[in-house]
């Protein structure tokens, strides 16, 4: 038989890992769109005036072994020792059983945030777990589900105190024994507002001087000390009292509530999360119950759904961007989430007897290391300790570390002539002996009697964890079935097209997932020395040229930890900028009515004004008005935030003209890069006129959701503002200050991005985009007649998504936007993004990374719900009683009496839901006003988990 040469190309080629349709798919595709190829459908679509002139081209894509070879090589160049420098890093184990069911399982890490509380019970639990966990350790009353970092939740439980003290003092006090990470970030949040920062000694703090005041418990030296005075005094003053605590230590040490304090914050990376170079993890913050609803982040509380069962959900201020925009309590919105389930599972793991074990072992430890220390003649200190002791070394302390580094351990540097030492649950025995010896201290064994170095006052007098989640059978065989069941619960990225607008939920690829969990990229510490880290450079290096090239910018800073953040670290950039300029006068900002709530919100944190521009009718900016504004505010025009391609998922034209109106009145441009899929190759915002954009990597490069976070909101600038990006919390460089506890932020999880733009190249990256826009016309299309698609850019066309207009089926048939969302549930999907940026509309955003058959499952989903509408409006279906007001339907709506005007098979079997494999919410429709008025934000009595597991 002759050889017959093939075109199939080995499933390790890119584009058929994350293009979802087949070339057949794609040909059906372009004959219902009425387009010869997708280059017609392209050049239709995306207007040449913005299209870059260049293909991207980054050499030929590598293949899955070629990108686990290329890994291993960079991961090879770091270098793992054992880090006991502490600064609120500390090693810690993983409990394989949470590294296999969460970490590493799609079920968690692809799902989206909790915003749809009824296919997002498991993750809901797992957090409300989390904040059970804090208000115990910290004694305080209400936790969110939870902030990026240590640092910036230091920063927001500053700005909080100002909104909720009655001090009208000007000043903020910050304990000098703070992280220094943490008082660089608080300097940074402060500048612009015009909050004084007063770092000093506690004893010596002026409370009358001060609204609020942040401590650091354990210090960052190791001190123990109780802020009780300081509390008091500051409550005499009506200042706010904050303590920045070590979850673990409060297990053993009086906790934050017993001395007072109104805040309590910190970082839970030690609770099972790998360092990772600096991120990600998650911080937390606690407070007391009268503040609650000035607290940022998400709360997650306890509802109940129709049929008055339990249910969690997102409570109080959850969308408030959205609604308050300049005028919310912060910025917050994508924020750790997976590494709040870790550190929650890692606790119901240990339980409050494992996690005291824990923290008493490297209490014993670190005694025993300072005995040797102290009986070799070393001066330690402090004298009351938990983890953390400086020695005395005077001249030597290049000497000892450097031995130190020999020994294969990283201690801290501290002055001229102290080195500091902190112990973790990861630390050994031949560890101590290892340090020892690099203080020239010989000896294996000693006569050790384990001892406290914590006075008996300071030591912890209430219980914890006593609620009956944390005291189940540990057997991991109970552990996975609990984190298996609370998957189950979810609807993630793993069981169906989450067809998000803004929100960009792609592929997460297997092969780019896995380098995270190497122990070379999961266990550096982030103020390791940089020789350690020449892989991560290496990586960081390229992945920031990649960036660079895709988005027409010169420089970037991998700081931010979220879009949000880079958003606030775009626009301190341009700031920076102006202030240099003489400029710094320069405070308003101009920022479409469609924008996302965070920009307005993160333009005041800034100290900025905002002031609104409108839409036109087909959605593009309203060039009379922005033109209007910029000249009515030309003297002080700092720049404007525009999005592209727009929130209304079109391409606008006006583009090009809005940024040179800004610019010819003095001010910068601000890009929004959410929405930066439907760019990558085809077009750059540096070349449209943006001097800054963030991009959020956890959604055009890959990095998983995590149920809402982590996340990476890199920002890239034009040249000119490149000096004045966020400067290096190691205080390292001279521009505006850091805005995030690490240098480069979630470092650890930046080799999924790269693996991306590895995997595709230049050409793959741009067929994505391609294709995803290719997807969002192909629903629309398919969805045309059924639903209005309110904007449309060029020939009809839309962008990567399309909004749907609901709101006439108000009128008509009595049917919300809501009601559509929970009718999908039943389907087996999860809504599209629900009003916003227009109330009362669905957008969708399909990606690149669902096929057609998923698409078409999908469409016929939403018009068979438009069928059941039009059955109201025809009135052959009650306006009350139907599918669309009843959704979602459980399980157990199956086996209750019946006494509905439709079928069981038509509500919970509508087309689009699986037969055999159908999701069951678990839970009807939450009602989300009584969970607001009944605010319940900790786990509730264990009989509701035996009601819900019958
Ligand atoms: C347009 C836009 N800007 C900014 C953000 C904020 O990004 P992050 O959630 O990473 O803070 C989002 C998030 O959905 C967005 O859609």
Redesign the pocket.
Known sequence: MPFEPTDYLPYDFANRRHIGPSPEEMAEMYAVLGVKDLDHLIDETVPKSIRQAETLDFGKPKSERELMHEMRMVAGRNKVLVSLIGQGYHGTVTPPAIQRNIFENPAWYTAYTPYQPEISQGRLEALLNFQTMICDLTGLEVANASLLDEATACAEAMTMAQRVAKSKAKAFFVDRDCHPQNIAVVQTRAKPLGIEVIVGDPEKMEADKVFGALFQYPGTYGHVRDFTPQMEALHGADAVGIVSADPLALTLLKEPAAMGADIAVGSVQRFGVPMGYGGPHAAYMACRDAYKRAMPGRIVGVSVDAHGNRAYRLSLQTREQHIRREKATSNV??AQALLAVMASMYAVFHGPKGLQAIAQRIHRKTVRLAKGLETAGFKVDPKAYFDTITVDVGPLQAAVMKSAVDEGINLRRVGESRVGITLDEATRPKNIEAVWRAFGIEKTDEDFTPEYRVPDEMHRRSGYLEHPIFHMNRAETEMMRYMRRLADRDLALDRAMIPLG??TMKLNAAAEMMPVSWREFARLHPFCPKDQAEGYRVMIDDLSARLCEITGYDAMSMQPN????G?YAGLLTIAAYHAANGEGHRNVCLIPTSA?G??PASAQMVGWKVVPVKSDSNGDIDLDDFRAKAEANADNLAGCMI?YPS?HGVFEETVLEVCKITHAHGGQVYI?G??LNAMVGLSRPGDLGGDVSHL?L?KTFCIPHGGGGP?M?PIGVKAHLAPHLPGDPRGESDGPGPVSAAPFGSASILPISWAYTLLMGGEGLTQATRVAILNANYVAKRLEGAYDVLYRGRNDRVAHECILDTRPFADSAGVTVDDIAKRLMDCGFHAPTMSWPVAGTLMIEPTESETKAELDRFCDAMLAIREEIRAIEDGEMDRENNPLKHAPHTMEDLVRDWDRPYSREQACFPPGAFRVDKYWPPVNRVDNVFGDRNLVCTCPPMEAYAEAAE
Do not use: L
């Open positions: 919105c994508t803004s929100c979220s879009g949000a953040q958003e996302h965070t920009n999005t929130t929004d959410a929405n959020n956890h996340g909101g």
